[in-house]
């Protein structure tokens, strides 16, 4: 397949149309907005809907109300608007509506700045709404990752009928990055979306079917996504010393960075999630069980995955202390993420678990 | 005569001398009467709307708290040939909702607004609404609403239909026969128009809140009528054009 | 792999000399990353962009942000900061025309002034200049035949719904290639 040129956040929703999305309701956020700009002429094109809505309440909520009916919907967002969102994430959870939410990180707290960061793991990762809900969490870390799990997200929403959201980063929007864009696809049936007949039910918890509360099979749904959609890249994970673990683009850079260390005789690996819910546990059982290190590098203030990462190295009995980099705005550099790797090394850092 | 029942109307759990009753048997009348009882999706608020959870039979959904002209807005432009109509109380299309509800005038989309306006939040026991009366005693506004504080009555149905290109806009009331029957032609005159695609309608329900009010069915169709309806004129706001 | 900052005063289009060569290497079926200056500093005095072609198909880019640079093409004086961000030994490009030539360079940098505005008047293109700055990069890395360059650049901007200028940065780009 050719090789083409493409900014983050127009190949991302390119790759969704051409995945079949053919809805979308958002509202303009820096750094999610050339995505609103795009769909805003590509969707049309394609005979889909644009609506630019009143804000982001309002546009989660109309993608709601076009999932429901069958449509491949989408919502974009990033920093204060993801939190407008949290309330229909929470319902559509609830209702077991399928759509995508795509959440284009920007750094901080409140308004935050338009630089880059990985601050919404929590939110994406641990609900954000209330309730008790999981979203399927994609965490792309290039381009073509980007493409692939935007034109894969419908399809796993429609299968296990959960929220997917698509975790990128304001870096990974902004930059271009040599892409293969898949080709059209034709999207599977949704015999479960209204149509005004009232023979159809759009919940598989829907209240005439679960029975209950519906809490029980929504639990059985969370555990066969568990069981089924941990992914991850792995380098290095059966002699190593200390275990790197990042996701998104502080991840790939990390992933770099261990390759230098290892050639230069360190033993380090490195799990690489490619999603952040479920939570790839299965790797961290193929660490050295006499591993003697984690290390979380990360786009946080504070430190968020690294609670996951200490909660899969207690799951697998890795009894090992987990170390965090928490790098805050923007990316880590190679230069950083090694350094930091070697000073762990040297016991020159405290760990956090 | 005895009127058939509509055949999808389920029994309710709704207060004695509880507006919604009729007006969801309106609308389910209405539904039959159209031919659309089996090409129509509610998208329903929250508040004591919720109860109508099932009961109209066929599609329906329940959205979050003031959202539903939202929700009703990507349905209908999912799905453009089945009728969308939303089903909120006050609180929830004129108070929390405000910004969905006007919006989705604003763009005149092509879908039915029910209101039901009981002049409280009765599903949380009472409190004072926008549409709560001067003076009235609600369990927020306890001395009775002082609207120098709180603001006046808000007129949502006159605000759009004044101020946006929509298609039909009116007020009803069910506190007696002859605005029960005034209130079914205004039902179908919306939701004709949306099927139509003439684009936006609305129709806003005064309904007795006995509980709430801390009256008697027949108080509260009284006080409706010598009180709620000096406020809020029932009437057409804007006609359709075609016709 | 090849890391290169393109660095200058916003309106010089350091952006498009980055985008032009990463749209080559796509083409070309290399792996190229292009990452914009980001932020609200985009929109002050200083632009830059740091472009990564892999060698081959097959080479994979980790980090996409400016690090070990091979080498700077640098505008204007102010853009010597990211000196800081270029291996030893790197190859530093200056703008003639706007940096001074007493500039003090790290001794093992390997410095070059071209005049590029003064090349872009010559094919009467003022507006060219990082378009030949561009193809001076391409020549100097020897990166694509010239034909696919020109070629691939023609491209770019069709895309852009700007190909009549094509005729213009065609010149551009051979008077960029001649400069090495």
Redesign the interface.
Known sequence: MEKKLWKGNEAVVEAAVRGGCN?F?GYPITPSTEALEYLSWRLPEVGG?F?Q???E???I???????????R?LTATSGPGGSLKC??LS?ASR?AVPFVLLNVQRWGTGLGTLDSGQTDYFKETKGGGHGDYRNIVFAPASMQELVDMAYEAWDVAEKYRVVVTILSEAYLGQMMESVEMPEFKKPAERDWA???????G?GAYS?AIRGGDGTKVLGQTYETIKEEMQRWEEYGLEDADYVVVGFGLPGRISMEAVHKLREEGYKVGMIRPKLVWPYPVKAFEKVNPNVKGFISIESSDFGQMVEDVALAAKKTKRNAPVYLYAHGKGVPGVSTVAEFCKSVMNGEEKEVF | MVKKLPE?LKSHQLCPGCGHGIILRLLDECFEELG??????V?LGVGCSCNAN?IL???D????HG?AA??????????PN??IVSYQGDGDAYVIGL??TL?AAYRNENITVITVNNANFAMTGGQMSWTTLPNQKTTTSVYGRNCDATGAPIHVPEIIANNFDVAYVARASVNDVKHINQAKKMIKEALTAQMNGEGYSLVEFLSGCPTNWHMTPAQANKHIEEAVIPEYPVGVFKERKAQ | MKEIIFAGFGGQGVLTSGLVIAYTAARAGLNATWMPAYGPTMRGGKANCVIKISDDENETIGSPIMENADCLVAMNEPSLDYISFCKKGASIICNAAAVPKDHKFPEDAEVTFVDFPEVARKVNNEKGMNIVAAAYIIKKYNMFSDDFAIESMCKFWEEKGKANFNELNTAAMKAGFELV
Not at chain 1, 194 to 200: P, S
């Open positions: 809805f309701a809907v609506v809505a009143e804000n309440i309002a546009s909520n109309m993608v709601t109300g076009a999932s429901v009916c069958g449509a919907a309330e229909g319902y209702n209204l149509d005004g007949t009232g023979k159809k759009i209240r | 999808g659309i009882a089996d090409n129509k999706i998208a099932g039979g066929g599609d959904f329940q959205c979050a959202r939202a929700v009703a807005t990507g349905m209908k432009l999912t799905r089945v009728c910004n969905e919006n």
